[in-house]
Every structure is written in C-alpha cells, then in structure tokens.
C-alpha cells in the first residue's frame, strides 16, 4: 500500500512561499491522482488541489486559487505543492492523500500523516 510522506512545511510570513512535497517511500506510485487536504483544528477538512495520474488535469480550492499550483513528477513518484502569496488563513496540516483511481473524481485512499503550514507576522 502507498504510504505517502510529506515535507517543507514551516512558519511563514504573510505573502511569502512554501513549497510542500510529497513522496511514497519504497513503494512505485501507480495511475492514481494525490490530492492535498487542509486540515484546522475545530474545522472540517477541506481539499486544497488535485491533480490526477497522468499531470495533465488539476482543480484547486477557490481560496487558493491563482496563488497554489499543484504538480507532479511521475518518474521520480513525487507530487508538489507550491504555495505563494501565503495568507494567514492557509494555516493548517496539509496532507497528501491518493485517490482510489485515476482522476480527481475518486475517493480519498492513503493519508499521509501531514505537515504542518504556519503563516503568521
């Protein structure tokens, strides 16, 4: 089973950039799309971006769009979130997640278990 891991979170400035990555230690990541899923204490998860199998089709929580893009790297089983113009309202654990099939259509399947994301003077 895939066992994402995620890295590259820390504390940030307002307006600035983080860049969170994703990987699947000793496992070959198969035709799948990862998503990445916000999570604040006291509130409801909520899915970030997605991109399916192949890279080639991405979606975006309206809060984070123009300022997150979500991307992947097939060969080296990695996926990437870069995130700029960071508010403090994108506070939270971020945790990549595969999805059950190819696309963005599918369900939630395997939770990595976060990183955390601090924007804050």
């Known amino acids: 089973q895939l066992q994402p891991v995620e890295s590259g979170g820390g504390l940030v400035q307002p307006g600035g950039s983080l860049r969170l990555t994703c990987a699947f230690p000793g496992f070959v990541l198969g035709p799948v799309g990862v998503g990445w899923v916000r999570q604040v204490p006291g509130k409801e998860r909520q899915g970030v971006a997605c991109i399916d199998a192949s890279g080639s089709s991405t979606n975006y929580a309206d809060s984070v769009k123009g300022r997150f893009t979500i991307s992947r790297d097939n060969a080296k089983r990695t996926v990437s979130l870069q995130m700029n113009s960071l508010k403090p309202e994108d506070t939270g654990t971020y945790y990549c997640?595969?999805?059950?099939?190819?696309?963005?259509?599918?369900?939630?399947?395997?939770w990595g278990q976060g990183t955390q994301v601090t924007v804050s003077s």
């Open positions: 997640v595969t999805r059950s099939g190819y696309s963005c259509l599918y369900g939630y399947e395997h």
